[in-house]
């Protein structure tokens, strides 16, 4: 299974971006997929994860309201929509997925990884 995120970049304060993770994998739809990010000096964080069927979401707390969760299984692609950035939300972002299906937050039950898409947020 391999993923590839994509769509970081730079933005400023208040603004917007959406960030894609293409998957490869026959078993893509029944996969959870998660969104986690790691700023500089600190360990990685869980941000939002989402179940096969994306009926289930959850949220760390400093980002509900303002990111969304979403996925297309024909394309074997999720999303994280990301709204109101702040200085704070500045990160690579992984996404990840769990081929178990398992509804977790902690980074070591998700078993593959992409490589990370760097999001910058100039105050």
């Known amino acids: 299974v391999q993923l590839q995120a994509s769509g970081g970049g730079l933005v400023q304060a208040g603004g917007s971006l959406k960030l894609s993770c293409a998957t490869s994998?026959?078993?893509?739809?029944?996969?959870?997929m998660g969104w986690f990010r790691q700023a500089p000096g600190k360990e990685r964080e869980f941000v939002a994860r989402?179940?096969?069927?994306?009926?289930?979401?959850d949220y760390t707390d400093s980002v509900k309201g303002r990111f969304t969760i979403s996925r297309d299984n024909a394309k074997n692609t999720v999303y994280l929509q990301m709204n109101s950035l702040k200085p704070g939300d500045t990160a690579v972002y992984y996404c990840?997925?769990?081929?178990?299906?398992?509804?977790?937050?902690?980074?070591?039950?998700?078993?593959?990884w992409g490589q990370g898409t760097l999001v910058t947020v100039s105050s």
């Open positions: 994998g026959r078993a893509f739809n029944m996969y959870t």
């Open positions: 989402i179940n096969w069927s994306g009926a289930d979401t």
């Open positions: 990840a997925a769990d081929a178990a299906g398992r509804l977790q937050t902690m980074a070591q039950y998700y078993n593959y």
